[in-house]
């Protein structure tokens, strides 16, 4: 039998912000975290929508105040005052002028964790400038490496940036913060940027490039598809097919698929590359992509197709593999890894905006009609 969630008996307030604050607050809320979302008042009918179909949303009750009236903001105080861990995602200065910042909070509480993400950092001349995942992730240099050499920068969604470097960074530094007051009995405030976590996912990049061991021209490495044994190549029937053949033995196999020269002394032969991929890809656009779905099945070349997400969801070796779950809303990726003792949380559908504000207003001694904020429930 499952013990309790890794983080159960945390409790944790969430300003309701874009993308990485709530991946953050996804991975505290799936470790086993009471998550209490302060949602603004005012949304519009599309923004309501928005949250309430937001799959990053699970796992949190919601409340709904007005920061700049006094009522709401001494809720949100008396909500801070009782918590463990404060996930907040405003501009630089925002919560000072609302009275709600570390100094206004942390003499009320002081083994608060108090968790701030900011796009640029505190201070600096971009603190308060407005920004998205594709710029801290253009200024941090690594868009400029990702690509092919005709292709031009390519986003990567918004997953290296908001996700990667924003909201999974801050669930590492919370993590720390909370094994940290174990020790001293103190809370701390902890000032995470995207472009700083962004930053730090590149330090293999930025080092390959200090040492001369990565040229500068995208899409002419081994890595960034400038090999034609690291790369994607589109089938017959327009699909792609993902090749990571980068050991020897794995090379070869996969070059014997092809029918193809398996000579591993010529796999880093760099100025044979471009020619070697336009065999590869003229070989694999001649068959569709079940074809070599099923010529490399058991053959150990590290070749795998392309996927769609919907297909990655649906798919039987994942499922198995467990990282995808069932749950009340149907299929979705598992959030954080299976604990052999302590049991992740089964995470329900995200809360309909000011669903819970009887609830957790109750608890705080509070009537909601104070606030002027109708309760909201699902239809």
Known sequence: MAELPSLAGLRVVEYAALGPLAHCGLVLAALGASIDRIDRPGLTDADRRASEDNALNRGRRSVVLDLKTADGAAAARELMSRADVVLEGHRPGAMERLG????????????????????????????????????????????????????????????????????????????????????????????????????????????????????????????????????????????????????????????????????????????????????????????????WVARFAGVEACVEPVLTPLEALADDATIASGAVVEGPCGAFPRVVPSFSRSAAVELGAPPVVGADQQQILGELGSRPDTHGIRTESRS
Do not use: C
């Open 100 to 291: 709600l910042a570390p100094d206004d909070v942390l003499p009320d509480n002081p083994r608060l964790i108090y968790a701030r993400m900011t796009g640029w950092g505190a201070m600096g001349p971009r603190a308060a400038r407005p920004g998205h995942d594709i710029n801290y992730l253009a200024v941090s240099g690594l868009l400029d490496a990702i690509g092919t050499s005709t292709s031009g920068p390519v986003p990567p969604l918004m997953l290296l940036g908001d996700f990667a470097g924003g909201g999974l960074n801050l669930a590492v530094a919370v993590l720390a913060a909370v094994v940290e007051r174990e020790r001293s009995g103190r809370g701390q405030v902890i000032d995470a940027s995207i472009l700083e976590g962004t930053m730090s996912l590149g330090t293999f990049l930025y080092g390959a490039l200090t040492a001369g061991r990565w040229q500068a021209a995208r899409g002419t490495n081994a890595w960034d598809t400038g090999a034609p044994w690291y790369n994607v190549y589109r089938t017959r029937d327009d699909r792609w097919l993902s090749v990571g053949a980068v050991e020897p033995p794995f090379y070869a196999a996969f070059m014997t698929g092809l029918g193809l020269d398996p000579d591993p002394a010529l796999q880093w032969r760099r100025e044979q590359w471009p020619a070697v991929k336009e065999q590869v890809a003229s070989v694999v656009a001649e068959r569709d992509l079940a074809d």
